[in-house]
């Protein structure tokens, strides 16, 4: 079945340690996207992909990095540099183009411990 | 600039309905989205607006568009305890970003 994958469903990282977390689409999206969700905050863009190769920074980038090698992944990770790690990260992709409806993936709750 | 805003809790009675509110900026939103997360979950799609539509119905939901107020709402008739979850409202700016508002936590009430 075409979905989107994220794993592992839960993670626990010590603190200074970097964790990477992985999306997988099997969609045929060109867009890709992470968000990060807080109770209360919504949803903040963390990154988004476009394009393979090709990534912008969305509104809380920093502490964060990813790479976009291949179209079907975009792993995150979460560096030392972020002070306040835990929260649960969505992951998502599109089609591009005017009508982008998101395809979201499952999840991954990331605490910092 | 682009934001898009909703009220954060909304309480209804099993069988009423509910009307989730949301309003946005950009006046050049084509698509208008309202998606649906259950607890620990990702955000599933529910159903979504063009921008020249006023109204959309699908089974027990309604959307309704005023493009003039930029205000969209979702009505969801007779309201059931699996509706609780929280409900997002979200636009497509046509540069491949989508832009969510913070979310409305529906609970139903017995």
């Known amino acids: 079945d075409g979905g989107i994958t994220q794993s592992p469903k839960y993670l626990f990282r010590k603190e200074g340690q970097n964790v990477t977390l992985s999306c997988e689409q099997n969609?045929?999206?060109?867009?890709m996207y992470w968000y990060r969700q807080d109770p209360g905050q919504g949803l903040r863009l963390i990154y988004y992909s476009q394009i393979v190769n090709d990534f912008q920074k969305g509104d809380i980038a920093e502490g964060y990095s990813v790479s976009r090698e291949k179209k079907e992944s975009f792993p995150l990770t979460v560096t030392s540099a972020q002070k306040n790690p835990t929260a649960f990260y969505l992951c998502?992709?599109?089609?591009?183009?005017?009508?982008?409806?998101?395809?979201f993936g499952q999840g991954t709750r990331l605490t910092v411990v | 600039g682009e934001d898009v805003e909703q009220s954060l809790f909304l309480s209804v009675r099993e069988g009423d309905s509910s009307v989730i509110n949301c309003t946005y900026t950009?006046?050049?939103?084509?698509?208008l989205y309202w998606y649906k997360q259950e607890p620990g979950a990702g955000l599933q799609l529910l159903t979504y607006?063009?921008?020249?539509?006023d109204m959309k119905q699908d089974q027990r939901l309604t959307v309704l568009l005023n493009k003039k107020d930029k205000h969209l709402s979702l009505r969801i008739a007779d309201t059931q305890t699996g509706d609780s979850a929280i409900y997002f409202c979200?636009?497509?700016?046509?540069?491949?970003?989508?832009?969510f508002g913070k979310g409305t936590r529906l609970h139903i009430l017995p």
């Open positions: 950009d006046s050049s939103s084509t698509y």
């Open positions: 979200a636009e497509s700016m046509g540069n491949d970003k989508i832009i």
């Open positions: 969609l045929n999206h060109d867009a």
């Open positions: 607006i063009f921008s020249n539509m």
């Open positions: 998502a992709s599109s089609t591009t183009g005017s009508r982008a409806e998101a395809f």
